[in-house]
């Protein structure tokens, strides 16, 4: 403690030399920041982690559906969330939307669909309704599987009314398109 006898100029001198307290101020304006920056890495890496796992999912699921020969069904694609479970095993996964469509591209180059499903049991997409496919994809006479995996990722480290924003979850939306790869195309036989 500064103890300031005899003239003001003199006091103010001396406090202005003093370095007692320097790297106690200096500590708590940046630990604030490294701790924001912690705890944004951290979050950063759990939803990288989370994208990662998606897409391996979604591109898997699509992979096993065009590997099969003539014919799907209902209950070969209800086992496709246990592929998505595999994966992010041992995280739980919940809330997520899987849809998988075949799609057929005639010899004009246009993709309709064949067939679809939904892991709730619907069918997502109209029987014969126009598909858009990525343009290097597009190939005549070929049939091609889509697989869209939706999930959400609930944020870690979320502190309502820290960050001023209300959002605690982000959704991560993955799709892969693989080709059929023994036949010409795979039908669904109770889709």
Known sequence: MIACFGSAHRCLAQ?????????????????????????GAFELTMALGVSQRTTSSAGAIADIVARQQKTVTKAFLKTMPDVM??????????????????????????????????????????TGATVTLPNSM??????????????PHQLVTYMTGFTGSSVSTITLARDYYFRQRENGEIACSDC
Request: glycine share 6%; no cysteine; net charge positive.
């Open 15 to 39: 406090m202005v030399r003093d370095r007692s307290g320097v790297g106690a101020v200096e500590f708590a304006l940046i630990v604030p920041l490294l701790l924001v920056l912690y705890l």
């Open 85 to 126: 479970n595999a994966i992010f095993a041992p995280t739980a996964t919940t809330g997520y939307t899987l849809k998988i469509t075949g799609i057929k591209v005639d010899a004009n180059v246009k993709a309709t669909v064949a067939w679809s499903w939904a892991q709730d049991g619907s069918k997502p997409y109209a």
């Open 138 to 151: 597009a190939a005549a006479n070929a049939f091609f599987v889509h697989a869209e995996l939706t999930m």
